[in-house]
């Protein structure tokens, strides 16, 4: 397994966010007022308001159900917003065109992976880069970073194990150089190599001009990697002092 820590950002591998975000602007990179998001008829976020800007790590904490998931997919273009304002590097996601243009420029890792169990580790990190118009150049030296370019590149989906399908995925964010992180458990199903490995990514990408919101559980590991703290509970982003010594750190 290579050492994360011995991998400089000269490397074809290192993780860089796109130039526009790189270049230094103060544009808020996440700008939501008062956003709603349905899942069905059930508002799973019930006016958000958060303002992140360029190059921070905010780690998203809260109990399992708060909209976490569901504020990531908003900032990803996945989720519609159904009322209220929003805008994600710049585009606006209250119509379907602002939300083709995120979807090209940031990297999601949730909680399903995307991957097709029937097709090697190689041919779907392949595969999606070529879906998404990334860099091909990336595929062997991030396969190498993430321990997948030995045997496992010739494993099918179907037969890894819940870390090295997590690390699969992550590989893939990898390659896509995006602007903005969406990382929704990155630390699950990995083992201490993974997890650090995780760590370093986030610091590299943030140190390359990116955004990163992480949603965790593990809110002492992500407090170390994150400028700040952003607590959502029932659908609403809120203070500390608004929810008191209450709140489930989960």
């Given at each position: 397994m290579p050492n994360?820590?011995?991998?400089?950002?000269?490397?074809?591998?290192?993780?860089?966010?796109?130039?526009?975000?790189?270049?230094?602007?103060?544009?808020?990179?996440?700008?939501?007022?008062?956003?709603?998001?349905?899942?069905?008829?059930?508002?799973?976020?019930?006016?958000?308001?958060?303002?992140?800007?360029?190059?921070?790590?905010?780690?998203i904490r809260g109990p399992n159900g708060a909209g976490k998931s569901t504020l990531l997919r908003l900032c990803s273009g996945l989720a519609s917003l159904t009322s209220g304002a929003g805008r994600i590097l710049g585009h606006d996601i209250s119509d379907r065109a602002g939300r083709r243009a995120v979807r090209?420029?940031?990297?999601?890792?949730?909680?399903?992976?995307?991957?097709?169990?029937?097709?090697?580790?190689?041919?779907?990190?392949?595969?999606?880069?070529?879906?998404?118009?990334?860099?091909?150049?990336?595929?062997?030296?991030?396969?190498?970073?993430?321990?997948?370019?030995g045997r496992l590149r010739s494993v099918r989906v179907a037969g890894l194990s819940a870390g090295q399908r997590r690390r699969t995925a992550m590989a893939i964010v990898v390659c896509r150089r995006p602007s903005l992180w969406l990382l929704d458990e990155p630390h699950s199903g990995l083992d201490e190599d993974g997890r650090t490995l995780v760590d370093d990514l986030v610091v590299q990408a943030a140190q390359s001009g990116a955004t990163v919101l992480i949603a965790s559980h593990e809110v002492d590991r992500v407090s170390e990697l994150a400028a700040r703290t952003v607590v959502i509970a029932g659908g609403r982003v809120h203070t500390g002092e608004q929810l008191g010594d209450s709140t489930d750190a989960s």
């Open positions: 994360p820590s011995k991998i400089s950002n000269d490397d074809p591998a290192a993780v860089s966010g796109r130039d526009h975000v790189a270049s230094g602007t103060d544009a808020p990179i996440v700008q939501l007022q008062e956003a709603v998001s349905l899942i069905g008829q059930f508002p799973a976020l019930a006016g958000v308001n958060l303002v992140v800007g360029p190059g921070e790590v905010v780690l090209r420029e940031v990297g999601l890792l949730g909680h399903a992976t995307s991957l097709y169990d029937e097709l090697t580790v190689e041919q779907n990190i392949r595969f999606w880069v070529g879906a998404n118009r990334s860099d091909e150049t990336m595929v062997e030296p991030v396969m190498h970073r993430f321990g997948l370019d």
